[in-house]
């Protein structure tokens, strides 16, 4: 590794510490494992895994797998280009910005800025990572692993679902600008925008740490996203009546030997999940499987969007450290300034039209 990489990530590590503490060592891969622990300190007295502590999902692997790759897994080759090109990127995208450059020029530097607006976000301020998810050692190429080729099915004929996980719940006659409530869930501060609550638990751009806290009745899963807090009510009969779609849907667990078991319904149309919510199901397995690892297992089905149950895998890694503040609301002048913005176009038309 030369001097410019490693100024590179310990400047960012600094500054990522400083500004937000949303995750550590974003271009590395995960700290030196410790000795391994003994087998047994992997679960409870009662042979359940010890799911406790604070965990992430950070990886450069995408939900779907791309067509140039055929197989499940990557190749060392493979998977050690991906890594590099990944960390150069993170050095690339965490230089300094020249202020006299176009946003929309691409060809000076790559920060894989959001909304296609080249350093709308440096790599300080994410926690996009540099590393591929992995089962038992192995890179994944996708997420999806239960498909052939590693893409979620396809829709059943005549469905043309709408997903709408983190869209507005006002009218659909309303334009997006005409409320708060016609806004994204993220927008408003009222849960993380993608799915990195789950279910399907995915990472995003940044804030991917979990902690999970497990008793007899309950599993919490904090989320540093916007501070979302999942719960899987263990050894529940039966869900909750079908018109009660609380965030996240209602998630009802169970132990079978090492592993949680948690089957998720009644979403709400908000949170639907690659078009899919009246009907959705999500079936999660957790499993610790080292002193580092959690093995994340997901099956989801819906009979009315697709014709078959699909799914994946990938493995969340132990973190060092808490969970820290997701303050959405403080300083987040965009809803105004979006409503505000939208009032005047409609005023100037109506003074324009006269």
Same mark, same amino acid.
């Given at each position: ?75 060392? $080759? ?31 530097? *790559? ?9 709308? #976000? ?120 079908? *018109? ?69 895998? #990938? ?14 609301? $403080?300083? *987040? ?12 176009? $409609? ?8």
């Amino acid at each position: 590794m030369n001097s410019k990489l490693i100024a590179g990530l310990l400047a960012t590590a600094v500054s990522m510490t400083a500004m937000t503490a949303m995750a550590a060592e974003p271009a590395a891969k995960a700290a030196p494992a410790k000795k391994p622990a003994a087998a047994a300190n992997l679960h409870t007295a009662d042979g359940h895994s010890d799911l406790d502590g604070v965990w992430t999902n950070v990886s450069i692997t995408p939900f779907e797998r791309p067509a140039a790759y055929k197989g499940k897994f990557h190749s060392p $080759e493979e998977a050690k280009k991906l890594e590099g090109a990944a960390v150069d990127r993170f050095v690339e995208g965490n230089a300094p910005t020249d202020p006299k450059q176009d946003a929309l020029d691409h060809t000076k530097k *790559n920060c894989q800025g959001a909304g296609g607006l080249d350093c709308g #976000y440096n790599s300080g301020w994410k926690d996009s990572g540099t590393t591929l998810a992995e089962v038992d050692g192995k890179a994944l190429t996708s997420f999806v692993s239960s498909t052939p080729n590693g893409r979620v099915p396809p829709y059943k004929e005549g469905v043309r679902p709408v997903t709408r996980r983190g869209g507005g719940e006002g009218s659909q006659d309303a334009g997006p600008n005409d409320n708060p409530e016609n806004r994204g869930l993220g927008e408003r501060c009222l849960t993380s925008f993608g799915n990195s609550a789950g279910p399907v638990m995915l990472p995003l751009m940044y804030n991917n740490n979990y902690q999970f806290i497990t008793t007899k009745d309950d599993v919490a899963i904090e989320v540093e996203m916007v501070h979302d807090i999942r719960h899987i009510r263990l050894n529940a009969k039966e869900h909750l009546p079908s *018109n009660v779609r609380p965030w996240f849907g209602d998630s009802i667990g169970h132990w079978e030997g090492a592993t949680l078991i948690s089957e998720t319904t009644n979403f709400p149309a908000a949170q639907s999940f690659r078009g899919s919510d009246q009907n959705l199901k999500v079936t999660e397995k957790f499993t610790r499987t080292g002193p580092n690892k959690i093995l994340y297992q997901f099956t989801v089905e819906d009979p009315t969007v697709w014709d078959t149950a699909w799914g994946g895998e #990938y493995e969340f890694r132990k973190q060092e450290g808490l969970l820290y503040e997701y303050a959405c609301h $403080e300083g *987040n002048y965009a809803m105004e300034g979006i409503l505000a913005g939208a009032r005047e176009a $409609e005023q100037n038309a109506k003074t324009a039209s006269k």
